[in-house]
């Protein structure tokens, strides 16, 4: 089975400064790797997701991760962050022969005007 | 394109109570995966249909049931509610399916709450 921590729950950053959010998994298997992030009473929205080939990977809304297989972590890191970046983020993990996806707990951001 | 659509947005129930929570998935796609959201933690998978088979389930009783209509829109039925089980119930559908690394589209999820 393969399983999600997400390090942090709760970060605030201002408005302009760069943040990352700590993701790392485990899996005995190959994986794919995926950042969702849910605004309030709304669903969850896809950022970006790795499934081979680089391991830098850009998503939307300017957030950029990284796949680390020797440290299993897969951050996501954003250069400059907006009021409108506040929410929650989810770090999922899924095996290539699979289905199911692993969620993390979440890390919620806030942005400090 | 629709994109996923749940029903209803919010529910009461008692416990004992049975409930079924509907999804409509995205325009094309073949599969549809259910998972709990309890307040403060990430969804937890439930179960997954794929041209109306079951197709894995996590790690729920058997109160938890399903079912995927030929035009893929799909239920949830629980049976004999507990308190435990008040949450937010997500429904993500995802094309061609059995793969790993689809994406899976959420819709906006229904909120069960349990007295």
């Known amino acids: 089975a393969q399983s999600v921590t997400q390090l942090d729950s709760q970060v605030p950053v201002f408005e302009e400064a760069p943040v990352e959010l700590r993701c790392n998994y485990s899996s005995s298997v190959s994986v794919y790797l995926f950042w969702y992030v849910q605004y309030p009473n709304q669903g969850l929205q896809l950022l970006l997701k790795?499934?081979?080939?680089?391991?830098l990977v850009k998503g939307i809304n300017g957030f950029e991760a990284e796949f680390n297989k020797s440290q299993t972590s897969f951050h996501l890191r954003k250069p400059s962050v907006h009021i409108s970046d506040t929410a929650e983020y989810f770090c999922a993990v899924s095996a290539n022969t699979g289905n199911q996806f692993y969620f993390g707990t979440g890390t919620s951001l806030t942005v400090i005007p | 394109e629709t994109g996923v659509t749940q029903s209803p947005t919010h529910l009461i129930k008692t416990r004992g109570q049975q409930v079924t929570l509907r999804c409509s998935s995205q325009s094309g796609h073949n599969t549809v995966s259910w998972y709990q959201q309890a307040l403060g933690q990430g969804p937890q998978f439930i179960f997954q249909?794929?041209?109306?088979?079951?197709?894995g389930r996590g790690n729920f009783p058997p109160r938890f049931s399903g079912l995927q209509f030929p035009n893929y829109s799909s239920e949830l039925n629980v049976n004999a509610l507990e308190l435990d089980d008040s949450a937010l119930y997500l429904c993500?559908?995802?094309?061609?399916?059995?793969?790993?690394?689809?994406?899976?589209?959420f819709g906006p999820g229904t909120r069960l709450t349990v007295l």
């Open positions: 993500a559908s995802s094309f061609p399916g059995l793969a790993g690394g689809d994406t899976q589209y």
């Open positions: 249909y794929y041209r109306e088979e079951e197709n």
């Open positions: 790795y499934l081979s080939g680089s391991t």
